[in-house]
Protein backbone atom coordinates (compact mmCIF):
# COMPACT_ATOMS: atom_id res chain seq x y z
CA UNK A 1 0.00 0.00 0.00
CA UNK A 2 1.12 3.37 -1.12
CA UNK A 3 1.06 6.52 1.84
CA UNK A 4 2.72 9.46 2.74
CA UNK A 5 3.98 12.37 0.56
CA UNK A 6 7.01 12.94 -0.77
CA UNK A 7 8.58 16.54 -1.96
CA UNK A 8 11.20 16.14 -4.99
CA UNK A 9 12.55 17.62 -7.95
CA UNK A 10 12.54 16.53 -11.46
CA UNK A 11 16.37 17.47 -12.94
CA UNK A 12 16.71 18.70 -16.34
CA UNK A 13 15.56 15.52 -18.19
CA UNK A 14 12.36 14.74 -16.57
CA UNK A 15 14.04 11.82 -14.53
CA UNK A 16 12.16 11.90 -11.35
CA UNK A 17 13.98 9.54 -8.07
CA UNK A 18 11.06 7.14 -6.58
CA UNK A 19 11.00 7.81 -2.97
CA UNK A 20 12.50 5.06 -1.08
CA UNK A 21 9.21 4.15 0.28
CA UNK A 22 7.81 3.98 -2.87
CA UNK A 23 9.64 1.59 -4.32
CA UNK A 24 9.63 -1.00 -2.33
CA UNK A 25 9.47 -3.88 -4.57
CA UNK A 26 10.04 -2.52 -7.99
CA UNK A 27 13.83 -3.43 -9.10
CA UNK A 28 16.11 -1.91 -12.19
CA UNK A 29 14.08 -2.36 -14.98
CA UNK A 30 10.62 -2.61 -13.28
CA UNK A 31 7.67 -1.49 -15.01
CA UNK A 32 5.68 1.45 -14.08
CA UNK A 33 2.94 2.16 -15.82
CA UNK A 34 1.72 6.49 -15.43
CA UNK A 35 -1.52 7.71 -16.88
CA UNK A 36 -3.97 10.53 -16.20
CA UNK A 37 -5.29 10.86 -12.86
CA UNK A 38 -7.53 13.10 -11.31
CA UNK A 39 -7.66 17.06 -10.66
CA UNK A 40 -4.59 17.18 -12.75
CA UNK A 41 -1.64 14.84 -11.42
CA UNK A 42 -0.19 12.00 -12.99
CA UNK A 43 -1.23 8.48 -11.46
CA UNK A 44 1.62 6.02 -10.88
CA UNK A 45 1.04 1.78 -10.75
CA UNK A 46 3.28 -0.99 -10.90
CA UNK A 47 2.75 -3.79 -12.59
CA UNK A 48 0.57 -5.86 -10.16
CA UNK A 49 -2.34 -3.14 -9.86
CA UNK A 50 -2.13 -2.13 -13.40
CA UNK A 51 -3.44 -5.55 -13.97
CA UNK A 52 -6.06 -5.28 -11.48
CA UNK A 53 -7.20 -1.87 -13.00
CA UNK A 54 -7.27 -3.13 -16.27
CA UNK A 55 -9.23 -6.16 -15.33
CA UNK A 56 -11.25 -3.21 -13.81
CA UNK A 57 -11.62 -1.94 -16.93
CA UNK A 58 -12.21 -4.65 -18.87
CA UNK A 59 -16.03 -5.42 -16.67
CA UNK A 60 -17.08 -1.76 -17.80
CA UNK A 61 -19.65 -1.46 -20.64
CA UNK A 62 -18.58 -0.10 -23.74
CA UNK A 63 -22.16 0.53 -24.98
CA UNK A 64 -22.53 3.42 -22.94
CA UNK A 65 -21.07 6.65 -23.88
CA UNK A 66 -19.35 8.37 -20.55
CA UNK A 67 -17.95 4.30 -20.40
CA UNK A 68 -16.15 4.77 -23.51
CA UNK A 69 -15.35 8.14 -23.26
CA UNK A 70 -13.82 6.93 -19.80
CA UNK A 71 -11.86 4.60 -21.07
CA UNK A 72 -10.61 6.30 -23.92
CA UNK A 73 -8.99 8.85 -22.20
CA UNK A 74 -7.45 7.03 -19.49
CA UNK A 75 -5.81 4.20 -21.47
CA UNK A 76 -4.64 6.53 -24.45
CA UNK A 77 -3.12 8.32 -21.53
CA UNK A 78 -1.12 4.92 -20.42
CA UNK A 79 2.67 5.22 -20.89
CA UNK A 80 5.01 2.06 -19.43
CA UNK A 81 7.85 3.49 -17.65
CA UNK A 82 11.28 1.52 -16.47
CA UNK A 83 12.83 2.20 -13.46
CA UNK A 84 16.17 2.57 -14.01
CA UNK A 85 19.27 0.82 -11.75
CA UNK A 86 19.47 4.20 -9.00
CA UNK A 87 15.50 4.02 -9.22
CA UNK A 88 14.35 6.62 -11.20
CA UNK A 89 11.61 6.79 -14.00
CA UNK A 90 11.82 9.18 -16.67
CA UNK A 91 8.56 11.15 -17.37
CA UNK A 92 8.20 12.47 -20.99
CA UNK A 93 8.37 15.78 -21.64
CA UNK A 94 5.09 15.89 -23.52
CA UNK A 95 3.19 14.10 -20.25
CA UNK A 96 5.29 16.98 -18.25
CA UNK A 97 3.96 19.48 -20.57
CA UNK A 98 0.11 17.79 -20.87
CA UNK A 99 -0.70 18.02 -17.28
CA UNK A 100 1.48 21.06 -16.57
CA UNK A 101 4.19 19.77 -14.34
CA UNK A 102 7.18 21.84 -13.38
CA UNK A 103 10.40 20.79 -11.93
CA UNK A 104 8.76 20.98 -8.11
CA UNK A 105 6.75 17.85 -7.06
CA UNK A 106 5.26 16.06 -4.73
CA UNK A 107 4.95 12.70 -5.01
CA UNK A 108 1.67 11.58 -2.57
CA UNK A 109 0.68 7.52 -2.23
CA UNK A 110 -2.89 6.80 -2.64
CA UNK A 111 -3.21 3.46 -1.14
CA UNK A 112 -3.30 1.13 -4.68
CA UNK A 113 -0.91 3.55 -6.67
CA UNK A 114 0.83 6.97 -6.32
CA UNK A 115 0.54 10.77 -7.67
CA UNK A 116 3.08 13.04 -9.00
CA UNK A 117 1.92 16.58 -8.53
CA UNK A 118 2.99 20.01 -9.42
CA UNK A 119 3.73 21.16 -6.23
CA UNK A 120 1.99 24.46 -6.35
CA UNK A 121 -1.03 22.67 -7.88
CA UNK A 122 -1.10 19.74 -4.66
CA UNK A 123 -0.55 23.06 -2.64
CA UNK A 124 -3.73 24.64 -3.74
CA UNK A 125 -5.43 21.40 -3.88
CA UNK A 126 -4.49 20.52 -0.53
CA UNK A 127 -5.32 23.87 0.98
CA UNK A 128 -8.91 23.73 -0.80
CA UNK A 129 -9.92 20.08 0.37
CA UNK A 130 -8.38 20.64 4.07
CA UNK A 131 -11.16 23.78 4.04
CA UNK A 132 -14.02 20.54 4.18
CA UNK A 133 -11.75 17.64 5.34
CA UNK A 134 -14.24 16.84 8.06
CA UNK A 135 -17.69 17.57 5.89
CA UNK A 136 -15.80 15.02 3.37
CA UNK A 137 -14.83 11.96 5.92
CA UNK A 138 -18.31 12.72 7.13
CA UNK A 139 -20.07 12.40 3.92
CA UNK A 140 -18.30 9.29 3.33
CA UNK A 141 -19.41 7.35 6.43
CA UNK A 142 -23.26 8.44 5.87
CA UNK A 143 -22.47 6.39 2.28
CA UNK A 144 -22.11 3.46 4.59
CA UNK A 145 -25.00 3.47 6.76
Not at 15 to 37: D, F, H, N, T, W
Not at 82 to 110: C, E, F, H, W
Request: negative net charge.
Amino acid sequence: MYFGSYEHTLDDKGRLMIPRRLKEGLSEGSALYIMKGFEGCIAVYNESEFEKLTKECSQISFNKKNSRTYLRIMLSSVTELNVDKVGRIQIPSATLSKYQIGKQVMIIGVGDHFEIWDLNRFNKYQDEANENFEAIAESLDSQDE
